[in-house]
């Protein structure tokens, strides 16, 4: 069953999926190190009312699956969980500190892809279906 969230105004259900990886791709997302950036995303979330729907720590990335309220952007709670997580493992681990320079722990960029429960297909036939009188002779928004 579709489970959406809810605001005053509004009944929302937006889910992204989140990859990001350390700079040069090392591999040292393991043992403490994995176990601690787990808690850290967990508290983050926690605190900026983000639900984590499911995620993996692998040993040279992070997933994340997540559901955010529509006044988050994904760009906003990117930078939370990859400043936040980086600044505070830096602190926690010596070893990060030698390898990771300039207090630069993720590498820049990341991949969202946005979730649906239906396809661009589907849109496009509901809005070309609705009913109205046109405002002009070509009440469409399509780009030629």
């Not at 983050?44 to 990335?61: C, F, L, P, R, W």
């Not at 559901?67 to 070893?95: E, H, W």
Request: aromatic share 10%.
């Amino acid at each position: 069953m579709q489970r959406y969230g809810y605001n005053v105004h509004s009944k929302y259900d937006m889910k992204v999926h989140l990859v990001w990886i350390p700079k040069y791709r090392k591999r040292v997302l393991i043992g403490q190190i994995a176990v601690r950036v787990r808690e850290l995303l967990r508290q983050v979330t926690m605190e900026n009312e983000i639900q984590i729907i499911s995620g993996k720590v692998a040993v040279d990335h992070i997933h994340m699956f997540i559901s955010y309220k529509p006044q988050q952007s994904v760009s906003k709670i990117v930078q939370l969980l990859k400043g936040t997580s980086s600044r505070l493992l830096m602190q926690d681990f010596a070893s990060l500190r030698k390898q990771f320079w300039g207090r630069h722990l993720w590498a820049r960029g990341y991949l969202a892809v946005s979730s649906g429960t239906i396809t661009d297909e589907v849109i496009q036939e509901y809005i070309s279906i609705q009913e109205g009188e046109p405002l002009h002779d070509n009440d469409q928004f399509q780009i030629d």
